[in-house]
């Protein structure tokens, strides 16, 4: 079975200029979290996704929003970048939750400069 | 919110000796699953924790979640140069699964 996939890989951005990444979850599963990862603090949850309704939320700043579509795929939007949202953003899917074992994609690495 | 406290941030041991990280929460846990993360990669799943003093082995790797549900820890027998990454706990709690800050494993052959 295929494993999660996310695109892009990589991605070079200015400040102030707008992202949008997405994810494809491993068939079958309904449920796509994303993750923002950095040295300093570590995996931060953003948002969970279940079957296109937005279950969860992190703390972080309406500038990250996500959405999900019909078939499972998802992806988050990041408005107005700003040089501290240089991270990894990792999307995790799973069956149905956080309590399942989640199935992390590559990653996209994003470089605000 | 729920936290999950990990020990120690970085760990360097010899080829061969054991290898052990620790997860600590003020607050009793449902579950806790365990992660790793090779450098350069992304978190794999190794394995989740539900019963209080639970003990799960695979292979040189042994899981125990604490009676009181606070604490888990991983134990790596034997540590190999296979075993380098960050390994982290995560818990679930508030709707959503918080990581803890993860122990990086470093191997020195």
């Known amino acids: 079975k295929a494993g999660v996939t996310q695109t892009p890989r990589y991605l070079i951005k200015t400040r102030g200029q707008q992202v949008t990444l997405s994810c494809s979850p491993i068939?079958?599963?309904?449920?796509v979290s994303w993750y923002q990862q950095t040295p300093g603090q570590g995996l931060q949850f953003l948002f969970e996704y279940f079957s296109e309704t937005q279950r969860n939320k992190g703390n972080f700043p309406g500038r990250f929003s996500g959405r999900q579509f019909s078939n499972s795929r998802s992806e988050m939007n990041v408005s107005t970048l700003e040089l501290g949202d240089s991270a990894l953003y990792l999307c995790?899917?799973?069956?149905?939750?956080?309590?399942?074992?989640?199935?992390f994609g590559p990653g996209t690495r994003l470089t605000v400069t | 919110g729920q936290q999950v406290m990990q020990i120690p941030q970085y760990q360097h041991v010899q080829e061969g000796e054991d290898f052990t990280t620790y997860c600590n929460s003020s607050?009793?846990?449902?579950?806790i699953q365990w992660y790793k993360q090779r450098p350069g990669g992304h978190p794999v799943f190794l394995i989740q924790l539900v019963k209080s003093g639970e003990v799960k082995k695979q292979k040189r790797l042994t899981f125990q979640f604490g009676e009181a549900k606070k604490n888990s820890s991983l134990h790596i027998t034997a540590t190999q140069t296979t075993d380098v990454g960050t390994y982290f706990c995560?818990?679930?709690?508030?709707?959503?699964?918080?990581f803890g800050t993860g122990t990086r494993l470093t191997i020195i052959p």
């Open positions: 995790a899917s799973s069956l149905d939750g956080p309590t399942y074992e989640q199935y």
């Open positions: 607050t009793t846990l449902s579950n």
């Open positions: 995560a818990s679930f709690g508030n709707e959503k699964l918080t």
């Open positions: 068939s079958g599963h309904r449920s």
